[in-house]
């Protein structure tokens, strides 16, 4: 079979094998001794273990990898990090997991996804995150109305206290744009 080419670069598209690649160089040293998953705070909200997560990872079960929810609910907190008794990066393989997960296109993380896109595009635009922009973005992104009336009543209590300010959406003064742009350039380089 002829792999597909990207018509946008013209190059072959990486597998999800190819792609999992330096996460598993990351971790092949693993012992498997479970000082991860026990060092985790997030652990118990996991549907599998970090260690169990790497064991996956190891004998290249991608397809269960990416129905676990283990990386996303990773807060980077670098405890399992910290306390690996080889020293390996184990945050790092983890946010490049989110990072693969995000490339995929996988439906089960496209609203984390959504989510992060939207807060990136609010910071860029004014130099931090303006609320009220970023949730209307962010809706805007989910395509459905019925979503933002779910939250109705909690935005509405926010402004009554006063932490979110109704600021309507603007272009913004965009100074971050030749940050943002350097670090997409940066990220199609690795």
């Known amino acids: 079979m002829i792999p ?3 018509r946008r ?7 999800l ?5 330096p996460v598993r160089k990351t971790i092949l040293a693993c012992i498997q001794c479970g000082t991860c998953s026990g060092s985790c705070p997030n652990a118990a909200a996991m549907d599998a273990t970090p260690r169990h997560l790497w064991r996956l990872l190891l004998t290249h079960n991608e397809e269960e990898i990416f129905k676990s929810r283990t990386f996303s609910l990773c807060s980077n907190c670098y405890s399992c990090t910290l306390r690996c008794p080889r020293g390996l990066p184990l945050t790092d393989a983890m946010s490049l ?6 490339s995929e296109n996988l439906v089960q993380y496209k609203q984390s996804v959504r989510f992060y ?12 995150v303006r609320e009220m922009e970023f949730m209307t973005l962010y809706f805007i992104s989910m395509r ?3 979503i933002p009336l779910k939250f109705t009543p909690l935005g509405m209590r926010l402004m009554a206290k006063r932490k979110v300010s ?4 603007s272009k913004g003064t965009q100074k971050l744009d030749a940050l943002f742009r350097k670090a997409k350039e940066v990220e199609e380089q690795s």
Do not use: N, Y
């Open 166 to 169: 109704m600021e309507i959406p």
């Open 17 to 21: 094998t190819q792609k999992l690649a």
């Open 117 to 128: 896109k939207s807060f990136m595009e609010s910071v860029r635009r004014h130099g931090r």
């Open 144 to 146: 459905s109305p019925v």
């Open 97 to 102: 997991l989110k990072q693969i997960a995000a």
């Open 4 to 6: 597909a080419i990207d």
């Open 9 to 15: 670069s013209g190059e072959t598209p990486l597998t």
